[in-house]
């Protein structure tokens, strides 16, 4: 069963979004990513902020570019779950790192919180609702 098929037979809650608002969204949060954890990175390699700062920000990537993979490459909705998980906690840790040293960094942060909160609900009421 191809990705599409699969999780449109899935059981979503009634308030999930349409398929289409993904990815306008995640295109929107990708670029302030893009931006501000660049400018994290480019801090971390001129010894502006200390590795740990730059850390969970690394940590976020690596959890977030997971997701996609689990849930509709393996189909694996618990996976996924756990996966949101770590990127909402790693965002938060992210968050609290940069604020006292940059904090613009920080609060451009905020919609993709939001949307990170959001989506965990989701996922794991997703998640729940599939078991």
């Known amino acids: 069963m191809d990705t599409y098929n699969w999780y449109s037979q899935i059981i979503k809650p ?73 990127v909402l906690g790693t965002l938060i840790w992210a968050m609290a790192a940069i604020y006292p040293r940059t904090r613009w960094i920080a609060y451009i942060q905020i919609p993709y919180l939001l949307w990170v909160s959001f989506a965990t609900v989701l996922q794991l009421t997703i998640t729940y609702l599939n078991i």
Not at 60 to 76: C, H, V
């Open 14 to 86: 009634f308030w999930a979004p349409p398929g289409w608002v993904f990815g306008p969204v995640w295109t929107f949060l990708y670029a302030l990513i893009a931006f501000s954890f660049g400018k994290v990175f480019y801090m971390a390699l001129r010894k502006q902020i200390p590795f740990m700062a730059a850390l969970p920000f690394i940590l976020n990537l690596i959890f977030n570019f997971a997701f996609t993979p689990l849930q509709f490459g393996l189909k694996n909705n618990l996976l996924a779950g756990i996966d949101i998980l770590f």
